[in-house]
């Protein structure tokens, strides 16, 4: 395609480092849609005849066609998705597939094509993130009333319910769909009519492609538009992000599956045995998940380097842009398919939660509280007291509620027998009343708030 003046060949190793056909062949979608609203426009501002766009309207379709039965052919010699799909154009059609690239070039055409790219797998992330977010709505509402152990330092804090738990991955989850649905809106904008990076003579217009391909409105700079690859950036941020979070939820996981813990079961489906130890169950799917959550930051920052000092516009450093972009969306979308399917089947053991809950003196500062708010005491003071409480309930081997009045009194003389009505775990949570807080009333009014708001972006 550009042999006009070279006299020898590539050598084989360059032409295996410059080929980018084996990972870009999956923009092929993306490079024919691009191609048509192209072609469409140079025929309607006159650049090309109108039976010429017709034919190579027509001829990009069967391309397409060969390319969604055969699959896009791997010809190292013709480097990119763009010179691949053009060489199959012109065997279709000929010597008129060449008027094909008049006021463009690969660089605002790759640009095009990956925006497109990036755009689709926004939306399909997106799709992924809301079904995991109903998932975990449909388990907080079985679960809105079922108390576990809330953590601080993996130590047992204060009794929280499971659906409130599962209801901060949803919080988390919103957020990550909104970084996706900040990052989509930045990226509508269409690159292509930029050509190489100073634009073109011919007089070409910019809004007809920018519409036909679904952008909001062209590129305003044509250095910026070859050069950007914050788009692509931006979907790593947001992912790795996005996979942080996933990674949590898997730990978790991790964590209750335990023998320790027993707090969930996973299913069979979401399983593995072992090889040697017949009595294994292994979380492998949520481990892979957090592992994932790695890989992806890696791809982040394989683009960040890639980015990092290029002088504008284009360089083919630029092309190493694809390859983590690609591995980074089929990593996510495993770990999100493969969370939700976690979440819907889990058998959570609530006896476990709430015998953990109950064991571990989680209502400690609903005594101090009570302590301030019914004898008046300091909360400093009614800390200290408190602690002497846990302290003769753990000699005692008791919980706090089992602990006798007298026993409690021993310790305080101001403590009454209207402190048992806060000492056990379903007090505790039910308390919890302020907005945000894990009162089973309040879980689920913020389950039904979250259920109204379920709209895709
Ligand atoms: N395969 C190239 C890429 O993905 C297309 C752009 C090539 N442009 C160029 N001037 N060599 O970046």
């Given amino acids: 395609m550009w042999g006009g003046r070279f006299a020898e060949g590539p050598s084989a190793v360059m032409r295996e480092i410059n080929a980018s056909i084996p990972f870009d062949k999956r923009l092929w979608q993306q490079d024919i849609a691009g191609s048509k609203a192209h072609v469409a426009m140079l025929a309607a501002q006159g650049i ?5 766009a017709r034919t190579i309207d027509a001829g990009l379709d069967a391309v397409a066609a060969d390319y969604a039965r055969d699959g896009v052919p791997e010809n190292l010699a013709l480097e990119d998705i763009h010179m691949v799909t053009e060489n199959a154009l012109a065997e279709k059609i000929g010597a008129v597939a060449g008027r094909l690239h008049t006021a463009r070039s ?18 399909e992330v ?16 079985d679960h809105a009333d079922s108390v576990m152990p809330g953590f601080t330092h993996l130590q047992s804090a204060q009794p929280v319910t ?12 919103a957020r990550d769909r909104g970084r996706f ?23 070409i217009d910019r809004e007809a492609t920018a519409q036909a391909l679904g952008f909001d409105e062209p590129t305003r700079n044509s250095l910026d538009s070859v050069s950007d690859r914050d788009f692509a950036l931006e979907y790593l941020t947001a992912a790795t992000q996005c ?43 949520a481990e892979l998940v957090r592992g994932h959550a790695g890989r992806i930051a890696g791809c982040m920052t394989s683009l960040m380097m890639t980015m990092k000092g290029l002088p504008l516009a284009y360089s083919k450093d630029m092309q190493d842009d694809k390859p983590p972009v690609f591995e980074a969306h089929d990593l996510i979308g495993l770990a999100i398919a493969a969370m939700t399917g976690m979440v819907e089947s889990a058998s959570f053991r609530t006896d476990r939660m709430r015998a953990l809950a109950e064991s571990g003196f989680a209502t400690a500062t609903d005594l101090a509280d009570w302590l301030v708010r019914e004898a008046g005491l300091p909360f400093r003071e009614a800390h200290h007291v408190t602690g002497r409480v846990v302290a003769l309930a753990e000699q005692e081997g008791v919980t ?4 006798t009045l007298d026993q409690l009194k021993s310790v305080d003389t101001r403590i009454d027998e209207r402190v048992f009505e806060v000492l056990s775990v ?32």
């Fill in 162 to 173: 499971l659906g409130h738990h599962l209801m901060a991955y949803y919080e988390m989850i």
């Fill in 400 to 403: 706090l509620d089992r602990l």
């Fill in 181 to 203: 649905a900040d990052a989509r809106a930045r990226l509508n904008w269409c690159p292509l009519g930029a050509a190489a990076l100073a634009g073109t003579g011919f007089p």
């Fill in 106 to 123: 690969r660089n605002d055409q790759v640009a095009t094509d990956f925006k497109l790219w990036v755009r689709d797998a926004i939306d």
């Fill in 243 to 285: 996979a942080l979070h996933l990674s949590r939820l898997a730990e978790e996981f991790v964590i209750w599956a335990s023998q320790p813990f027993g707090f969930v079961a996973l299913s069979d489906q979401w399983s593995t045995g072992s090889s040697i130890m017949p009595q294994k169950r292994n979380p492998d799917a």
């Fill in 126 to 141: 997106d799709a992924g993130l809301a079904a995991l977010q109903k998932a975990l709505l449909d388990r907080a509402h």
């Fill in 426 to 457: 379903d007090a505790s949570v039910a308390s919890r009343m302020s907005f945000g807080g894990t009162a089973p009333e309040r879980v689920r009014a913020a389950i039904a708030e979250a259920r109204k708001n379920q709209e895709p972006h």
């Fill in 48 to 52: 090309v005849s109108a039976e010429d």
